[in-house]
Antibody
Framework: EVQLLESGGRLVQPGGSLRLSCAASGFSFSDNTMSWVRQAPGKGPEWLSGILGNGGTTFYADSVKGQFTISRDNSKTTLFLQMNSLRVEDTAVYYC???????????????WGQGTLVTVSS | DIQMTQSPSSLSASVGDRVTITCRSSQHINNYLNWYQQKPGKAPKLLIYAASSLQSGVPSRFAGSGSGTDFTLTISSLQLDDSATYYCQRSSYSPLAFGQGTKVEIK
């Protein structure tokens, strides 16, 4: 059974940093492109970043380029999102999501974690 | 960036009704279009990928069609469990984008 379990979300002050983790199990983690998607309260999903299976290629939305960094540890089947210079508008539930197929990014997400809440507020 | 526009933003229909949601891309995206269902407090669920392929385990009353710039999600016979918000998502990079959503309510 595929499982994705995010952690690391909490209340942080503007300008602060946070590192989110997503522990994966039940599939061949190193074969799959993984993504981070966030959803602000009352808004639709926003794709943030993706990383190919070997970790060598990353992709970012313009809104977080230079601010967030995606990475993965295939030996620990864990996905990460390092978030710096956080702003109030970064407040959202952050999901990790798995590509439906292995290989290079297909960008259709068949499994999602339960989400972790990041609140940026003073 | 390629913009994705969904319509309507909300609709109300009765059990058994046929429901259609549209998604339009500002540029040609072939069939790189997915549909998700999201219920409150839950992660989105993949319904349709590659415009018209039904994800495993999804009821056959859901169907997707279209190619190029205009896409449709159809629920052939609306059920109580279909009350949710539906999002289209462009899967041709870059960057990826979701539509603004269509909230489906049951009368």
């Amino acid at each position: 059974e595929v499982q994705l379990l995010e952690s690391g979300g909490r209340l942080v002050q503007p300008g602060g940093s946070l590192r989110l983790s997503c522990a994966a199990s039940g599939f061949s983690f190193s074969d799959n492109t993984m993504s981070w998607v966030r959803q602000a309260p009352g808004k639709g999903p926003e794709w943030l970043s993706g990383i190919l299976g070997n970790g060598g290629t990353t992709f970012y939305a313009d809104s977080v380029k230079g601010q967030f960094t995606i990475s993965r540890d295939n030996s620990k089947t864990t996905l990460f999102l390092q978030m710096n210079s956080l702003r109030v508008e970064d407040t959202a539930v952050y999901y990790c999501a798995k590509d439906r197929l292995g290989g290079d990014g297909y960008w259709d997400f068949d499994f999602w974690g339960q989400g972790t809440l990041v609140t940026v507020s003073s | 960036d390629i913009q994705m526009t969904q319509s309507p933003s909300s609709l109300s229909a009765s059990v058994g009704d046929r429901v259609t949601i549209t998604c339009r891309s500002s540029q040609h995206i072939n069939n790189y279009l997915n549909w998700y269902q999201q219920k409150p407090g839950k992660a989105p669920k993949l319904l349709i990928y590659a415009a018209s392929s039904l994800q495993s385990g999804v009821p056959s009353r859901f169907a997707g069609s279209g190619s190029g710039t205009d896409f449709t999600l159809t629920i052939s016979s609306l059920q109580l469990d279909d009350s949710a918000t539906y999002y289209c998502q462009r899967s041709s990079y870059s960057p990826l984008a979701f539509g603004q959503g269509t909230k489906v309510e049951i009368k």
